[in-house]
């Protein structure tokens, strides 16, 4: 059965400093990735998704980017934090078979940047 | 482009009933209903696929229109393990997988 794994799961980070946060799916291949950011009491955002290896959406940019190293490997990076990234950021994965594309959520990442 | 969702917010009292409804600005090919508890992850609950298709599960069933663009959610006879926040998930544009979530309806059921 398909997995995916998101960590950490709760990140205390000073503001400027870097961001990095990673995401691997398990047990299937070439899913497509996304990550999506939830302020708090809000709705979900999506920031990026990827359709294969390199191959990066941005809907967000910002001080944001992401990475797709390896087929399962999705990464969200940022060189300087800001107070306004704090959120609940959620990676997720669905299997392309045309319109039947749900979306599989990790367990999520709580940022807090103080 | 997002799909916006009604009511925002719903307060029931166990066994009462709820309609979530979701409306896009775009075609609607499928859609698909998630419901997140406080502080996880949202989980898909069904998909619609066709046009009129009407699912559920349980006591949870969702209906699409594709003419109107819209879905609803339908909760009958609430239970406390129905509260939390509903959203409407879809691709907009179609084939593109760029997969996009309503506003969010926040529901709670009261004992």
């Known amino acids: 059965s398909q997995t995916i794994h998101q960590w950490p799961a709760t990140l205390v980070q000073p503001v400027g400093s870097p961001l990095s946060l990673e995401c691997t799916v398990e047990g299937t291949s070439n899913p497509n990735l996304y990550w999506y950011r939830q302020a708090a009491g809000r709705g979900l955002q999506l920031l990026f998704y990827s359709v294969g290896i390199g191959q990066i959406s941005s809907e967000v940019p910002q001080n944001l980017s992401a990475s797709r190293p390896q087929d399962r490997q999705f990464i969200l990076s940022s060189k300087k934090l800001l107070l306004s990234d704090s959120g609940f950021y959620l990676c997720?994965?669905?299997?392309?078979?045309?319109?039947?594309?749900?979306?599989?959520f990790g367990q999520g990442t709580r940022l807090t940047v103080v | 482009q997002q799909p916006v969702q009604s009511p925002q917010a719903v307060i029931l009292r166990e066994g009462e009933d709820a309609v979530i409804n979701c409306s896009s600005s775009k075609a609607l090919y499928s859609v698909h209903w998630y419901r997140q508890k406080h502080g996880e992850a949202p989980v898909f609950l069904m998909i619609?696929?066709?046009?009129?298709e009407q699912k559920g599960h349980d006591k949870i069933s969702a209906s699409f229109n594709e003419k109107k663009q819209q879905s609803s959610l339908y909760l009958t006879a609430s239970q406390l393990s129905y509260s939390g926040t509903y959203f409407c998930?879809?691709?907009?544009?179609?084939?593109?997988?760029?997969?996009?979530f309503g506003t969010g309806t926040r529901l709670k059921v009261l004992a």
């Open positions: 997720a994965w669905s299997v392309p078979r045309g319109l039947n594309t749900e979306a599989f």
């Open positions: 998930g879809t691709e907009i544009p179609p084939g593109t997988y760029k997969y996009i």
């Open positions: 619609l696929l066709k046009g009129g």
